[in-house]
């Protein structure tokens, strides 16, 4: 049996891209003839019943911003069996019989609770983090690591003129891609990720002095998140070497901006297979992309699966940026 009604929401923390993805779920939906319901902050407005009916129009003018039309929301209350049990009683009571939850691996958690409770669901992946195992990309990823090459450049072009040394903290709390492509783009004299275990002496100290024998004069030292400890990185570098440290923290401005090329389409891409799948009945599916290709998984199996840190990648930065 064909899914009659379906809806879409955007969960969790937003993720340029994701407007791309809430359009192809809407016109695709629309086109196959089902109705579309937009659901506003996540599973906070299905919770409190925050829907409204969608039309070819409602997704005009949004594949160009970053952030999410829908809004977004963390929701501690849908966090417990009875949250799910209300969300799932308000979507019978509404008429929909499945979502499209775009956001990471917390809001595919609540996806496969609410499958569980009846209402199928397929995930699609919205995080500049790149972190969901089971998929090589993530509708945001592109975007954020293109502007947070674009504000280490500014930075390399500051430190560059006073020989200084910049540590740049870029977002990433449990994986390091972010800051190992970014570092790549940056030249970075070192990168940090919390994959991998770093010793101060042996891959920062050393590693400044052999290259400013070489004749650098200016490094840049590229920090994950989950690393951390950015402010006390820079003040014992300054104290090691004498060379000038200053920490700056991206932060936010990593998540916003208008999306690139790659995450308006990987976004339209993956909305389009999620309400496919929706339309042939099929939910506690995550759609993800694998060998280049977009495909889809069981939701609990990918929620299993253990993310594998590029180290060969991280072995190439290490040797060129010396
Ligand atoms: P990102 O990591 O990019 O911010 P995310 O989807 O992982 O995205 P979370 O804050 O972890 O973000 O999760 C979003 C929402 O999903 C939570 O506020 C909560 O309502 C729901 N959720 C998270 N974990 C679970 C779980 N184990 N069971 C049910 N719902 C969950």
Do not use: W
């Not at 500049?128 to 502007?147: C, L, Q, R």
Request: charged share 25%; with cysteine; proline share 2%.
């Amino acid at each position: 049996m064909n899914t009659k009604t379906i809806a879409v929401l955007t969960s969790g923390g937003d993720a340029p891209g994701m407007n791309a993805a809430v359009r192809a779920v809407a016109r695709t939906g629309i086109s196959y003839g089902m109705r579309v319901m937009g659901v506003r902050r996540g599973f906070h407005g299905l919770l409190n019943r925050d829907v409204f009916e969608m039309n070819l129009r409602s997704v005009s003018d949004i594949i160009h911003h970053g952030g999410t039309a829908l809004f977004t929301a963390r929701s501690p209350e849908f966090n417990t069996p009875d949250g799910v049990k209300k969300a799932a009683g308000n979507c019978r009571d509404m008429g929909i019989e499945g979502i499209v939850v775009i956001g990471g691996d917390g809001s595919f958690r609540g996806a496969r609770d609410l499958t569980k409770e009846g209402i199928p669901c397929v995930g699609v992946p919205g995080t500049i983090d790149n972190d969901i195992a089971a998929s090589e990309y993530t509708i945001g990823f592109d975007t954020a690591m293109n502007t947070a090459v674009e504000m280490v450049d500014r930075l390399r072009d500051t430190t560059e003129s006073h020989d200084r040394c910049s540590v740049v903290e870029v977002m990433g709390r449990k994986c390091g891609d972010l800051a190992l492509q970014t570092g790549i783009a940056v030249g970075a004299t070192t990168i940090l990720v919390p994959e991998i275990p770093f010793d101060f002496q042996t891959d920062i100290i050393n590693r400044m002095m052999f290259t400013q024998k070489t004749g650098k004069k200016h490094f840049i030292i590229v920090v994950a998140e989950g690393v951390g400890g950015v402010d006390k990185l820079a003040k014992d570098i300054e104290e090691k070497t004498g060379i000038e440290t200053r920490a700056t923290v991206l932060g936010h401005v990593q998540r916003g901006g208008s999306p690139t090329l790659r995450d308006r389409v990987a976004g339209s891409v993956m909305g389009f297979h999620a309400a496919d799948l929706l339309y042939k009945g099929r939910g506690n599916r995550i759609v993800v992309m694998q060998k280049g290709k977009v495909v889809d998984l069981d939701i609990t199996e990918a929620l299993e699966m253990e993310r594998v840190f590029d180290k060969n990648l991280y072995d190439i930065a290490l040797k060129i940026s010396i």
